[in-house]
Structure formats: C-alpha cells, structure tokens
C-alpha cells in the first residue's frame, strides 16, 4: 500500500515538476515583436481642378495695313524720286518780262519748243561762274530748237547789260526788277534752274551753281532723241 502512494506521489510530483517546466520555458521565449501597419487611406481628390496650359494672347491686336481696311494688300510705295521743287512735273507757270536790249520774253510764245530757265543775278558768284557754260550749250543745241532764258531779279539793266556783253552771251536775257518774277517761280535763292518741255511742262529742276553734268541730265529730260553732253 505505501508503495502504491509512493508511485502515485511521484507521479504527482513529476507531472507537477513538468508543468512547471513548461510554463518556465513559455515565460522565457521572447515575444515576436509585430508591428501593425495601418491601411492605407483612400486619396482625396484635391478640390482644386487641375489647369491646363494655355496659349498667351497677344495683349496687343493685330494691325491692318492702311489702307487694306477691305481687305485688299497695301499699295507699294512709288519708286520713283519726289523732287523737293514743287513746279517739277506741272506747267510752267506764266512768265514776261522785259527783255534786256529792247523788247520783251514771253514764255507762252515758245510753246512747243524746250526751255531752260534760269534765274540769276550778276551779284551771285556761282550764277556769274554758271554763264559761260549755260551759253555753251545753248549754241550746241541750238539746232534741237533749244531755247536758254535768263531772268536777273531785282536788278536794272544797266548793271546787267554790261556783264552779258561781255560773255558775248547767245540767248535772251530778262529783267524781273520787283522780284515777283522769282516769287511766282518759287525762286527763292539763286540761282534757281527749270527745265520745260515742248508742252510747256516742267520736267526737271536744280538749285545752282551746278555743274555741266547736272546741267546735262536736265537738258536730256526735255530733249527726247538727243545725246545730251557735258
């Protein structure tokens, strides 16, 4: 009988001595360390709308070309040289005036022939250096029915009749002793060159003094066939 107590104690004890144990062995195991990671919230849209780029406007708008308001191109510009003296391309204004050595210079009366007018004075160095070529061509071209006129402002004749003999000048020579003359010929400084077609339309116009070659391109421009040279 003791001995049956004594199994069944030991029985009790070793059961007990192994429980132990096992719940020594689960104290001393080290947890896992688990980290919980929170689901990911669902995105909120932004309440602002996105922009999409834009082309930038000129701050400026369009310019038309003037005179295109219909539609229609621009106009080129005339390629053609304005001359600063306002009779070119007009008819020659009236001009009579009495001549030196008698008589009297009427432009209408030489309709249909060319015409280089000249006004001048013998007070004006350049206009007295200009006579002896201006007699030239006037003898050369004589025969093209060229027709040289002087015209001396506000002087007398008998301070110009003198200077002219004395070149032994070929063509007329007039008188304006007022000025008016100068004045309606926009003559305002001297001297003052114009050169008029046969149809009495002023074709060319120069500020002297000038030279042979200048004096030749406005010879040419009423002299239609002819060479004209310096």
Known sequence: MRTFFAVVLG?????????????????????????????PSAAVPSQTP??????L?????ALTPAGSGNGAAPTPAASRTVSPFPLVDKPAPTLTAPQVGGGAIDLAALRGKPVWVVFTGTYCPPCRDEYP???????????????????????AEQTVAPF?????????????????????WDAAALPVHYFIDAQGIVRDAALGGIGPDVMARGLQAILPGVTVKP
């Open 133 to 155: 070529v201006m007699n030239g061509f006037a003898a050369r071209y004589a025969d093209a029915g060229l027709v040289v006129v002087a015209i001396h402002v506000r002087e």
């Open 57 to 61: 406007a000129s701050a400026a708008p």
């Open 50 to 55: 996105a922009l999409s780029p834009t082309p």
């Open 164 to 184: 002219i003999s004395s070149l032994n000048v070929v063509f007329p020579v007039g008188l304006d002793e007022d000025g008016s003359r100068a004045g309606a």
């Open 11 to 39: 029985l009790v004890v070793g059961i007990g001595a192994a429980v132990g144990f096992g719940a020594a062995l689960v104290a001393l195991t080290p947890t896992p360390d688990v980290r919980v990671t929170p689901a």
